[in-house]
């Protein structure tokens, strides 16, 4: 498609996300989902590893850090009880920020939040899994961390009009922390933050789609349309609304306080046998069954569809009637 946009001179130049080098992304799931970091638990140190490897790549596109720390961090810690006792135990992690600064002198003054939760659920023994107990977490959630790294890259090298907050974010896992951290210690101020799109999924069960959970509940759908459209895939709404996943995963902190946010997810068309050989299990590894062309892919596609949403003229609002949308009039008032 971006062959034919150029050979009818309705693109002068592809923008960076157009030529991303599949290796790339290869190399970077493989470490996110490595063994060396036993599965990414929160407040362990291969979470923390992760950290230090996303902070140096928002570092070598010379990102902006979070101006409340002077680093890539936001600091924060989880209470959670011990099973069984009355106990509790602290644990300390952190969210990763980095900011690109927009370029049109007016709406570089609002914000668009790229997000994707870098933690998994660590290491488990059971009897299902008796020869392997690390929960590498390739599909969930590294494929979105990979899309957020490609995000800093291509970016940094053609900023769009607005400017973006890459955030991945920590203790999804364990109830949506890290992203209700940040929304109850914003770096700006929220009312400036005017679309999220966060990334999240199960996994994948087709190949040539994506699915946005929310796809129709706000007026990015068309930015997402044209995005899959460019890329030659299909793209389309939650095939699953008696899961819930709309309020399940990060985007819903966000989504309370008023802001457009809906999760991108890789394409699946039913919680079938074939995500769940991988959900939250063993199995859900950068390994041989990992389908490395899909993830340059969706990866493409996930900025492309960014890049139109802080770029566009007027922001996006949630479509008429939708239950955040009074939220959204309260969060911004006569700004609209």
């Known amino acids: 498609m971006i062959h034919l946009l150029l050979a009818v001179g309705l693109l002068a130049s592809p923008p960076p996300e157009f030529s991303f080098d599949p290796a790339v992304s290869a ?19 291969g979470l923390d590893s992760s950290a230090a490897y996303i902070a140096r790549h928002f570092e070598r596109f010379g ?4 101006p409340q720390t002077g680093t890539y961090y936001q600091p924060f810690e989880v209470i959670r ?23 049109d002198p007016v709406l570089k003054h609002e914000y668009v939040v790229l997000m994707a939760h870098y933690d998994h659920v ?15 977490g390739a599909r969930d959630n590294a494929m979105g961390v990979v899309a957020l790294l490609h995000a800093a890259e291509a970016f940094s090298r053609q900023p769009t009009r607005r400017s973006l907050i890459i955030l991945p974010v920590s203790a999804e896992e364990i109830g949506l922390r890290g992203s209700r951290h940040f929304v109850e210690n914003p770096i700006v101020p929220l009312s400036s933050i005017v679309y ?31 995005a899959a459209q460019a890329f030659g895939m299909r793209v389309w709404d939650d095939p699953t609304p008696d899961q819930g996943l709309f309020n399940r995963s990060d985007n819903v902190n966000f989504a309370r306080a008023g802001i457009p946010a809906p999760t ?25 069954h990992f389908d490395f062309e899909y993830l340059h892919r969706y990866v493409s596609l996930y900025v492309h569809a ?20 009074s939220a959204f009039n309260t969060l911004y008032g006569t700004q609209r």
Do not use: C
């Open 27 to 45: 190399g970077q799931i493989r470490y996110l989902a490595s063994d060396e970091l036993l599965g990414r638990m929160t407040g362990s140190p």
């Open 63 to 66: 990102l902006k850090p979070n």
């Open 81 to 103: 009880p011990v099973r069984g006792t009355t106990d509790t135990l602290v644990y300390r992690t952190q969210n990763v920020v980095g900011i690109i600064e927009g370029t």
């Open 122 to 136: 660590g290491v488990r023994r059971t009897e299902a899994s008796p020869t392997d107990s690390i929960y590498n």
């Open 196 to 226: 999220v799109s966060n990334i999240d999924g199960a996994g994948y069960n087709v190949t040539d789609a994506v699915t946005v959970v929310g796809l129709e509940r706000t007026t990015a759908s068309a930015h997402y349309k044209a």
């Open 264 to 288: 991108y997810s890789a394409g699946f068309t039913a919680f079938d046998e074939t995500l769940m050989k991988y959900y939250h299990q063993p199995a859900d590894q950068a390994d041989e």
């Open 306 to 325: 960014s890049r139109l949403i802080a770029d566009a003229p007027d922001r996006i609002r949630w479509a008429s009637g939708d239950p955040y949308e």
